[in-house]
Structures are given as C-alpha cells and as structure tokens.
C-alpha cells in the first residue's frame, strides 16, 4: 500500500518535496494559505486542503489545522520542510502523539538540540570543539562576573539559550557593554522566547561559516555528506552557498567530521541534519545544530548525488536504504544563489506580480524554484523566490557557471537580488574564496552607500 505523505509548507522547499514524493510513488496532499492558491506545487499534488488565511500564524504556523487535514486526507506521514514548523518539537510531539509519522529527528531530539546551552553541551559530549565561553548560571555580583569576563576575555558574545534566528544575542567589548548587555538581552530573550536564560561565548572575530550535512536512519547508524562554506551572509542570512568548503585544514576537518558523526550515532539521529561551525585559523567552533533539511541543501546533493529529500522520506516511512560512509563520494564543486524578491541594494522586499520570467539552463544548471510567469509573490512570507545551483568539477568553473545562468535568467515585475549576485560573480575577494561572514555587510556593500 503506497503511504500518503501531507506537505507541510509552501515555496520551492514544497514543490522539491512534492517531486520527491512522487519519483518514491508516495500519495501527496499539499496545503496552503488563502493567499497561496497559485503555489506551483499544488497542480501537482494528488490532493490540497486549505488551511486558513494567508497569515502564516493562522495557516502554516497553525498546527490544529495542519493536523484536520492530515486525519481528513488520511495522512500516514507530514513533511515539514525548513522554517514554519519544522524545529517546534511541540508539533513533532502533537504528529507523533495523533499517530502521524513526523518526517524528521524525534520530538525529543529537536528539543535537545533546540537548546543552545544543552546542544553546546552534547557536542562537547562527542569531541565536537566549541567556542570557549561560560554556560553555567551567571553570578549576580559584577565583582564574580567580572572574574568570568577576564577568563574568556573581550569580545564577548552574550547569548540566549533559546534564541534562534540571529535573535537573542549581543557582542560587548569591554565590562560596561557586558553589564549593559547582559540586563537588555535578558529582556528580550523573555520577552521573544520566554526564557531568559544566557550564557558567553568568546566572540570569534570575522571567522567563515562552515557546516557538515549529517544523516542518520534513527537506529544509531548515521554518515557524514561533507561540508558546506554559507560564509556570504546578510544579518545572519546566507546568501551564496557552495559545497565543499575549500582551504580547510585536514586534520581540523577530519576530527569534526567525525565527532559529527558520532554525534549522531549517539542520539539515534533521524533524518537529514546540519550542525553548523564558526572556523577561524584553522579552528572549528560548534555554534548549533539545525534539525532539519536546510535551504542550501542542493549543493551537497550536487557533489555526493545523495538524494537529502527522499532519503528523509525512506527513513521516515522504513523503505529500503542503507546508510554506508564509503558509499558516499564526493565530486567537483557546486554553488547556490538565492534569488529573493527585494531590492537588490536596499533588501527592501518586493512582492507582487512576475509579469515574464525565464530560467536558466544547460549542463549543470539546477533550478529549484516555485515561481513562473503571471505568479504573484505574496507579500506574508519568506522573499526566497527560487535557487540557482552550479555544479561543475572546480570552484572557478563553478563560477563561471554560475555567471551564465544569472545572465539568462530574468524576472520581470518586481525586483529581485539578482545583479547583487551578479556583481558578486565578479568580486576579486569572493572569487578568490577571501571573504568572511561579515564581508558582505562591512565591505562588499559599502560600495553602494552614497550617504
Ligand atoms: P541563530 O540560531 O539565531 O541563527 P547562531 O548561534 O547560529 O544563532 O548564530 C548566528 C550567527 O551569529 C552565526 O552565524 C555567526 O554569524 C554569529 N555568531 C554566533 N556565535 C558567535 C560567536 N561566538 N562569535 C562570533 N559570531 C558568532
């Protein structure tokens, strides 16, 4: 009997599930918003239920409606893709606790690892490095606090434990920041997340964002599919991102990947997973783990040929795979842009209606993307219109690639990134892989700014 798995998100990262489901001879069902009724991917889907008005909140955040229509369709398991519900350990739990299979790690898993403080401290657990710092209770006297702050030494990063989305931290570089600091991220943290708990890290200073793609089949068995480089960031978010990251140290790079692994194992990891690195000198330090597919995932599929989506679905639903570290190989170099509806300059974003569109294409080319001409981009939810993936064997082909499908592809009607990532495809810094995490914002911009 085939299994029916429900989708639960929208964009590109749904139709990319649907297309997978499908190749697996799964049933699909494909909910939406109000305001997403032209989603590409629900053409496709063998069934769509609508799940409340176009605010996120009332329908892709909205879990007894998700659930409705999982029982109605008859649902055997729910994919939850990236953002929206997809690390809510409390939907997992309510999936699992309604007799759905939630497509990913255990409940109990995401929140572990939800925890910065706990994640921090089973990564050490596996011989994972982290970044030294301080993750007891903070003393209240500044007398015992300024003892800490002499230990790690300035700058200092004071973070939540539950934050997330490059919220609930703050940098100080001398006493007075941190006592400061730490009074304002204590209220946010409480008032964004309920929780107020903070711990230090040593702030690691212009560093590369590196992260190793795990897998593991929820039995103990779990293998490692190399590293990504997402160091071209904006506000924390990625922008470009390649596999594999390239002038890493070997010997730094095999003790991580290892640990990784290890990590895995230990919590009989399910599913597809991320944990994500600071590296600096030669030095990985462990920032956190996301327990879900990632956006940039693509490119680790490009250079291993592991399909991330559909072995997520073969674990969740038992079907036949085995995972096997020498079975993985990886070859040449592959490179992500995403393409977003904003101002390419200012980030203002840019919904409305793609009056002509056209895709790249040709050997190597990959576009993952919702979006087709006449589509109007709603203005509720994420700007991430579509992802242009290179894969070729060597990092400056790659960007050559990369070049040619940026020129053919256009979009007409609103603004996008797109000649950000072309003038990108043109920098001395970025094409001789120079930059950093804050390269992009400090430097690259700067340009731009005539005030
Ligand atoms: P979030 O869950 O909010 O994304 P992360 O812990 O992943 O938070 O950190 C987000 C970003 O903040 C990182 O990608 C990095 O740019 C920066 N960051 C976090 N910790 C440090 C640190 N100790 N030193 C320097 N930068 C850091």
Redesign the pocket.
């Known amino acids: 009997m085939s299994h029916k798995v429900l989708i639960a998100n929208r964009g590109e990262i749904a139709l990319r599930a649907l297309r997978a489901c499908k190749e697996l001879g799964l049933k699909t069902v494909a909910v939406h918003s109000d305001g997403d009724v032209d989603l590409k991917h629900l053409r496709f889907a063998d069934e769509t239920v609508c799940i409340g008005p176009a605010s996120p909140l009332e329908s892709y955040l909205n879990v007894p409606s998700i659930l409705s229509a999982a029982e109605v369709t008859n649902t055997d398991a729910i994919y939850p893709g990236y953002g929206f519900l997809a690390e809510d350990y409390e939907f997992a739990e309510q999936c699992e606790v309604s007799g759905f299979k939630f497509i990913g790690p255990s409940s109990k898993v995401i929140k572990q690892m939800g925890d910065?403080i706990t994640a921090k401290t089973i990564a050490e657990d596996s011989g994972i490095p982290t970044?030294p710092?301080y993750k007891d209770a903070l003393p209240d006297s500044e007398e015992d606090l300024l003892k800490i702050t002499n230990k790690i030494g300035f700058?200092i990063?004071i973070?939540a434990t539950a934050?997330?989305?490059?919220?609930?931290?703050r940098?100080a570089r001398n006493f007075k920041e941190f006592i400061d600091g730490i009074n304002i991220t204590k209220q946010e943290a409480m008032n964004a997340f309920g929780n107020d708990t903070l711990y230090l890290?040593?702030?690691?200073?212009n560093?590369r964002?590196i992260e190793v793609q795990v897998f593991g089949d929820g039995k103990g068995e779990a293998i490692h599919l190399g590293t990504r480089d997402?160091s071209l960031?904006r506000r924390?978010q990625k922008i470009i991102e390649e596999a594999p990251a390239i002038d890493i140290d070997e010997n730094a790079l095999d003790l991580v990947l290892n640990a990784c692994v290890k990590l895995c194992k230990k919590l009989k990891y399910e599913g597809a997973g991320t944990i994500?690195f600071?590296y600096k000198d030669k030095e990985f330090?462990f920032?956190?783990m996301?327990t879900r597919i990632q956006v940039e995932h693509p490119v680790t599929e490009m250079i291993t040929m592991f399909d991330l989506v559909k072995a997520q679905l073969k674990v969740a639903l038992n079907l036949d795979i085995t995972l096997n570290q020498t079975n993985i190989t990886f070859k040449g170099h592959a490179m992500e842009c995403r393409i977003n509806a904003e101002d390419p300059f200012t980030f203002v974003p840019s919904p409305g209606l793609i009056t002509k569109m056209h895709p790249p294409g040709g050997f190597g080319v990959r576009f993952d993307s919702h979006i087709y001409s006449g589509y109007k981009v709603p203005p509720y939810y994420d700007s991430l219109l579509a992802k242009i993936i290179t894969a070729t064997n060597k990092r400056s082909s790659c960007i050559k690639r990369m070049k040619n499908a940026l020129d053919e592809f256009f979009v007409e009607g609103i603004k996008t990134n797109h000649s950000l990532h072309l003038l990108l495809m043109e920098d001395e810094v970025f094409c001789n892989n120079q930059h950093d995490?804050?390269y992009l914002e400090n430097i690259f911009m700067k340009q731009f700014n005539n005030d």
């Open positions: 910065k970044v710092g700058p990063m973070k934050g997330g989305g490059g919220r609930g931290m940098v890290e040593k702030y690691i200073e560093p964002h997402c960031q924390h994500e600071l330090f920032i956190e996301n995490i804050n």
